[in-house]
């Protein structure tokens, strides 16, 4: 008689044991969901004054250049969109006619500091963006898209080049966990890193509007 309830106290504690085990691992798992799809949204938008990317103000330069240099963030805003679709073959005729583009902007109206400056960001753009014309694999396209991204944005702040309000966002899981940026024209999150993957994964980390 006491070697059978032995054997069920036993029995009981197992299952207990099992169960309370079973219930932390599925409340960890709803924490990294819950967690993941905090980030999803994006709703929450940074203050006016948060600056992720740091620009000298040029915004005086002639207007060619600042045209030019819109014309370079068109180009970038079509290349984004073909990421976030996970379209290689666009991505790629798009970086193609970055390049181009970036090839365009005149910098011999600018003197100084300025045109040192949009050479040296055009030189990035040019560079990350011919990587990615070079490769017809998705992955590493978006490889090149931060360094494409950053030098984008900079351009765009200096020579006061936006014609829209545009959005600095970042993936915190983009870049095997270290994170990364991108640039939009909208204040949703779509997520050229990992498309319909992880769509909504991401947060609006800067704001630009033209002054």
Same mark, same amino acid.
């Given at each position: 008689?006491?070697k059978?309830?032995?054997?069920?106290?036993?029995? !009981?504690?197992f299952?207990?044991?099992?169960?309370?085990?079973?219930?932390?691992?599925?409340?960890?798992?709803?924490?990294?969901m819950?967690?993941h799809?905090?980030?999803? =949204?994006g709703?929450?938008?940074? !203050?006016?004054t &948060?600056?992720?990317?740091?620009a000298? /103000?040029?915004?005086?330069?002639?207007?060619?250049v600042?045209?030019?240099?819109s /014309?370079?963030?068109?180009?970038?805003?079509?290349?984004? /969109?073909?990421l976030?679709a996970?379209?290689?073959?666009k991505a790629?005729? /798009?970086?193609?006619?970055?390049v181009?583009?970036?090839?365009?902007?005149?910098? &011999?109206?600018l003197e100084?500091?300025?045109?040192t400056?949009?050479?040296?960001?055009l030189?990035?753009?040019?560079? %990350?963006?011919s990587?990615?014309a070079?490769a017809?694999?998705l992955?590493?396209q978006?490889?090149?898209?931060?360094l494409? &991204?950053?030098?984008?944005?900079?351009?765009?702040?200096?020579?006061?080049?936006?014609?829209e309000t545009l959005y600095?966002? =970042?993936?915190?899981? %983009?870049?095997?966990?270290?994170?990364?940026?991108?640039?939009?024209?909208?204040?949703?999150?779509?997520?050229p890193?990992?498309g319909d993957a992880?769509?909504?994964?991401?947060?609006?980390?800067?704001?630009?509007?033209?002054k």
């Amino acid at each position: 008689m006491m070697k059978k309830t032995f054997v069920a106290a036993a029995l !009981a504690a197992f299952v207990f044991t099992a169960c309370s085990e079973s219930g932390k691992h599925e409340t960890a798992e709803t924490e990294t969901m819950e967690h993941h799809e905090g980030m999803a =949204h994006g709703d929450e938008m940074p !203050a006016q004054t &948060s600056v992720v990317v740091e620009a000298p /103000d040029y915004t005086a330069a002639a207007e060619p250049v600042k045209n030019q240099i819109s /014309d370079v963030v068109s180009g970038y805003l079509k290349l984004k /969109d073909n990421l976030v679709a996970s379209d290689a073959a666009k991505a790629q005729q /798009d970086a193609k006619a970055i390049v181009d583009a970036a090839k365009k902007v005149d910098v &011999s109206a600018l003197e100084g500091e300025q045109k040192t400056f949009a050479e040296e960001k055009l030189s990035e753009v040019r560079q %990350a963006a011919s990587a990615m014309a070079e490769a017809a694999d998705l992955e590493l396209q978006r490889a090149q898209l931060e360094l494409l &991204s950053e030098a984008t944005f900079a351009l765009t702040k200096a020579f006061g080049a936006a014609h829209e309000t545009l959005y600095y966002q =970042h993936c915190p899981m %983009a870049n095997n966990d270290q994170g990364a940026y991108w640039l939009s024209a909208e204040k949703d999150i779509k997520n050229p890193y990992f498309g319909d993957a992880m769509l909504k994964c991401g947060s609006n980390e800067e704001v630009y509007s033209k002054k």
